[in-house]
């Protein structure tokens, strides 16, 4: 992927999470020919997150958002989804750092309880 918006978004949100918790674990799953970067994956005590990356925005799914509080509305997609929520991320968008943060930290205190 070349340097654009979406790699430097992707490098944010990336310190944000890692930054979120010191025993994040980042790895890289579904590596294909369509996509050989694969897609980052976080996990802390069982699936987190993932970003992707497409054409027009990043995408942070969070694989049990439906059941996390959202206090700053920051998901944005998948808000029918059973268990996932998203956030879309396109280029002129920005992001509650602090809020997100929180999220992440959510999401890890939910994998663990």
Request: with cysteine.
């Amino acid at each position: 992927m070349s340097n654009d918006w979406r790699h430097e978004t992707i490098e944010k949100v990336r310190a944000l999470i890692l930054a979120a918790e010191p025993d994040m674990v980042e790895e890289t799953k579904w590596r294909k020919a369509s996509n050989p970067d694969g897609v980052p994956t976080f996990s802390c005590d069982g699936l987190v997150c993932t970003v992707e990356t497409y054409k027009d925005k990043v995408k942070l799914t969070f694989a049990k958002g439906a059941s996390l509080d959202d206090p700053s509305g920051l998901f944005n997609a998948s808000l029918d989804a059973g268990t996932r929520r998203a956030i879309d991320l396109h280029e002129s968008d920005s992001l509650d750092d602090d809020a997100f943060v929180e999220l992440v930290r959510s999401a890890v205190e939910h994998n663990r309880s």
